[in-house]
């Protein structure tokens, strides 16, 4: 289980462009939960996966995981226990090392880097049979630099290789935004059965509403750092694109837009 417990963040703070972003927020994501989060620019939806993940610090309040309080953890620590996929499909692979080298690198996440080859040659079948799995030929390229592929072939790589290693959370940033519709589609799909058979808690960030209605069951729409939608289970599935919609119209009026 995460909780989020009274989390205050400001930016800007003790200038004339200060602002309060979260101010005693709080949020509980149960175990194996694959929450969908949705919301306008500067809602609050990225800050919270960056409070998460430890790139941003907390002006006040705590970050639980089971038992253990990780406010204090550094980001590099955290991400022993979470796996992220970004926006940008250059984000999550390194472009000049070949695929092979790119999924030894994921393989060894978190483990001691000592004076050894950096490819385990016993693993490379392993990593071939989980390229195989994606259904883009990529287990054929092994020794293709990541650099020369499509962007949805990177973003797939990338899903993969987060969740090489035992994580209990994967974070998930808008990661289909960059890419056309269909190679849209294939990651989605790639990332529900990823999720489901990993049995991964799941916080993924999207603009597209459709994904966030139709994966996932929970939806969180954020509004200047509080959540004006929470619903799960029944609630969610009964949730249209259409209810969505009418929220969002219903900020901008109160917006004066």
């Known amino acids: 289980m995460l909780e ?5 963040k400001y930016y800007n703070a003790g200038t004339v462009n200060e602002m309060c972003l979260f101010e005693d927020f709080n949020l509980t994501i149960k175990d194996r939960q694959f929450v969908s989060v949705v919301g306008s620019n500067g809602s609050g939806k990225t800050s919270l996966l960056n409070i998460i993940c430890g790139s941003i610090p907390l002006d006040e309040g705590r970050i639980i995981i089971g038992t253990e309080d990780i406010t204090k953890m550094p980001e590099h620590k ?9 926006q940008n499909p250059a984000m999550g692979t390194c472009p000049s090392m070949t695929i092979l080298e790119n999924m030894s690198l994921a393989d060894n996440k978190g483990k001691a880097f000592n004076l ?26 092994m020794n293709v630099k990541v650099g020369v592929l499509s962007g949805g072939q990177r973003q797939a790589m990338a899903l993969l290789m987060s969740t090489m290693t035992p994580i209990e959370f994967l974070i998930l ?23 489901k058979e990993k049995q991964l808690t799941t916080i993924m960030v999207t603009h597209n509403l459709r994904y966030a209605v139709e ?4 939806l969180l729409m954020m509004h200047q750092g509080t959540a004006v939608i929470d619903k799960e289970g029944e ?8 209810d969505i919609l009418a929220q969002f119209n219903a900020i901008s009026i109160e917006c004066g837009n």
């Open 4 to 8: 989020l417990k009274h989390i205050q």
């Open 78 to 86: 955290r991400q022993r226990r979470i796996g992220r996929v970004y």
């Open 116 to 141: 050894r080859p950096g490819t385990n040659r016993q693993r490379v079948e392993y990593y071939r049979e989980s390229l195989r799995s994606l259904g883009l030929g990529l287990e054929d390229k």
């Open 173 to 195: 940033d808008e990661h289909t935004a960059a890419l056309d519709p269909k190679t849209a589609e294939t990651i989605m799909e790639l990332t529900d059965k990823i999720v």
């Open 215 to 218: 994966y996932g069951d929970r």
């Open 235 to 242: 609630e969610k599935q009964a949730l249209t694109i259409e």
